[in-house]
């Protein structure tokens, strides 16, 4: 079985432009999440969605990041304008309804210049 | 101050050594414990998961959870080169949002 896919693996793009990251998750899997991942510290949680609705977008900067999941599948998270400090690893996870069945991908690590 | 706290290391041991990892945590309504390893340029894959207080073993793996003392640890027994990696302890309340904490680079010298 396919795992969570993500693309691209790596961005590279001056500050001011824009940038989108695409997530395929685990088949089946209704609870999809975007993380961030900073050099040196864990996953901290940008958006999650149950099937197409985003439940917990508390810490999803709105002003340049934006996400979207349609028909509950597929994800893709927007940044724009992008900023120095947006340089990070972007993880995609999915999961059933089991903590213990949350599966991630390998990352989108953006570099902005 | 964070929800969770660990030590980042990093943490270097000969093969064949017993590893202890180890988070603090803060919040009591923390149910659910986990780790996961993370190579580079990998995302996290999961180790292992405990409900509440106790002990789970998986092989070379063992996990405990004392939540009287907010306390989480992972063991790894006859530690190999390939056990080289950061590793990641989360929890979480529910099945909602996960909390992580920094991770601890581990590397077994062969």
């Known amino acids: 079985e396919a795992g969570v896919v993500q693309s691209p693996r790596y961005k590279i793009i001056e500050k001011k432009q824009p940038v989108a990251f695409w997530c395929n998750p685990i088949?089946?899997?209704?609870?999809l999440y975007w993380y961030l991942q900073n050099l040196g510290q864990g996953p901290e949680l940008l958006i999650r969605y149950e099937n197409e609705e985003a439940v917990d977008d508390s810490q999803l900067p709105k002003d340049r990041f934006s996400a979207e999941r349609l028909k509950g599948v597929d994800s893709t998270l927007k940044i724009q304008p992008a900023e120095l400090g947006d340089s990070a690893v972007y993880l995609c996870?999915?999961?059933?309804?089991?903590?213990?069945?949350?599966?991630f991908g390998p990352g989108t690590r953006l570099t902005v210049l | 101050q964070k929800e969770v706290e660990q030590d980042p290391g990093p943490l270097s041991v000969p093969e064949g050594a017993i590893v202890s990892l180890n988070c603090t945590y803060s919040?009591?309504?923390?149910?659910?414990f986990m780790w996961y390893r993370q190579y580079s340029r990998k995302g996290p894959e999961l180790l292992m998961y405990?409900?509440?207080?106790g002990n789970k073993e998986d092989g070379r793996f063992t996990a405990q959870v004392d939540k009287s003392s907010k306390y989480i640890s992972l063991f790894i027994r006859d530690s190999q080169p390939s056990d080289s990696a950061t590793y990641l302890c989360?929890?979480?309340?529910?099945?909602?949002?996960?909390?992580f904490g920094s991770g601890t680079k581990l590397n077994v010298k062969p």
């Open positions: 989360a929890m979480c309340p529910n099945f909602n949002k996960f909390y």
């Open positions: 996870a999915s999961s059933s309804t089991r903590p213990d069945e949350q599966f």
């Open positions: 405990t409900y509440s207080s």
């Open positions: 088949s089946g899997h209704n609870t």
């Open positions: 919040n009591s309504a923390f149910q659910y």
